[in-house]
T-cell receptor, first 109, second 114 residues
Framework: TQLLEQSPQFLSIQEGENLTVYCNSSSVFSSLQWYRQEPGEGPVLLVTVVTGGEVKKLKRLTFQFGDARKDSSLHITAAQPGDTGLYLCAGEYGNKLVFGAGTILRVKS | DAGVTQSPTHLIKTRGQQVTLRCSPKSGHDTVSWYQQALGQGPQFIFQYYEEEERQRGNFPDRFSGHQFPNYSSELNVNALLLGDSALYLC?????????????FGSGTRLTVV
């Protein structure tokens, strides 16, 4: 059973476009994290959201945690080729971190 | 400040063999979690070690075992390797089983079983 469902699975866009990646679950999470992973490397933490309705911004990235703490979104403005990678959401479940299947983002120049 | 260090980086084994992967956590971290990641997929939780004991375990068979040493470093052992065990094995460290601060991941060990 996949606790966290991510969509879309794959996204290929042109440089300068905006995009949104979604992370949904039927479970309530006390916190949710977003990671970015490049080929041959481990995931790197981008942000942790804890409070329902919370919005965090990191430069061109905007993260939102749903009011019910069951879903989250990642919005990227004016995507750049350097944004290419696998984006993973992860939620705390029983004192461990469980991951979604990820969204593969490709930004073409 | 060194992050998480994993060794080896790549490994090729034959079906039926046994393998040991190693992980040194980030300085100041005392909890180590191991994940298996298939190509293009999210990491799947194998188990977590804290205070030298296995605290959590995912849906993996007993062929997967581990150990944590007093210096917090950890090993992942896989016996009777199957072709399906081919994957990137990631080690993640954290402090005191508190996931809210996030995990620091190593670059992983790419295991290929032939």
């Amino acid at each position: 059973t996949q606790l966290l469902e991510q969509s879309p699975q794959f996204l290929s866009i042109q440089e300068g476009e905006n995009l949104t990646v979604y992370c949904n679950s039927s479970s309530v999470f006390s916190s949710l994290q977003w990671y970015r992973q490049e080929p041959g490397e481990g995931p790197v933490l981008l942000v942790t959201v804890v409070t329902g309705g919370e919005v965090k911004k990191l430069k061109r990235l905007t993260f939102q945690f749903g009011d019910a703490r069951k879903d989250s979104s990642l919005h990227i403005t004016a995507a750049q080729p350097g944004d290419t990678g696998l984006y993973l959401c992860a939620g705390e479940y029983g004192n461990k971190l469980v991951f979604g299947a990820g969204t593969i983002l490709r930004v073409k120049s | 400040d060194a992050g998480v260090t994993q060794s080896p980086t790549h490994l090729i084994k034959t079906r039926g063999q046994q393998v040991t992967l190693r992980c040194s956590p980030k300085s100041g971290h005392d909890t180590v979690s191991w994940y298996q990641q298939a190509l293009g997929q999210g990491p799947q939780f194998i188990f977590q070690y804290y205070e030298e004991e296995e605290r959590q375990r995912g849906n993996f068979p007993d062929r997967f075992s581990g150990h944590q040493f007093p210096n917090y470093s950890s090993e992942l052992n896989v016996n009777a390797l199957l072709l399906g065990d081919s994957a990137l094995y990631l080690c993640a460290s954290s402090w005191g089983q508190n996931v809210n601060y996030g995990y620091t991941f190593g670059s992983g060990t790419r295991l290929t079983v032939v």
